[in-house]
């Protein structure tokens, strides 16, 4: 008897254990999501993380593909993790042109969010990658405007 309860409560720590280590990325997307706005539509989420540069190599970059409507509003918001040394960027790209992003090089400030009115209907890339090239981790999300 004693010896069940001991892999039944050693079971239940560790299942505690993983859901509480699984729950950080959800409350990062969460927070994303609701600082879009309340005029927006959550539609997709990517979950970002990548090491440091290293010198003399490109900056590293998450790419991801996403069909875009025209004539359609789209509000792209960018969170870092707590732990995060980097701070989270996206451009946007159609055939290889960068459309907009959410950091300026000129002025070197970045923004948790961009809007993007989509012209042409079609496939697009977002461009994920951490300002400076340092390391981190953190969450981008996409959303309709309404």
């Not at 706005?37 to 900056?59: C, H, I, M, W």
């Not at 980097?86 to 055939?95: F, S």
């Not at 981190?136 to 309404?146: F, L, Q, R």
């Amino acid at each position: 008897m004693k010896y069940t309860f001991a892999i039944i409560s050693a079971a239940l720590l560790l299942l505690s254990a993983l859901a509480s280590g699984q729950a950080a990325p959800d409350e990062l997307v969460s927070r994303c999501v609701l600082g879009a706005g309340d005029n927006t539509t959550y539609l997709k989420d990517f979950r970002v993380q990548l090491p440091e540069t290293a010198s003399g190599a490109a900056t590293p970059v998450y790419k991801a593909n996403m069909y875009l409507m025209k004539n359609m509003k789209y509000r792209f918001s960018v969170c870092d993790a707590p732990e995060s040394t980097g701070e989270l960027v996206v451009a946007i790209y159609d055939q290889g042109k960068e459309l907009i992003s959410s950091y300026n090089q000129g002025s070197g400030k970045r923004y948790p969010s961009i809007d993007f009115f989509c012209n042409k209907t079609g496939l697009y890339t977002l461009w994920y990658s951490f300002r400076d090239g340092k390391q981190g981790s953190g969450v981008g999300v996409v959303c309709m405007i309404k």
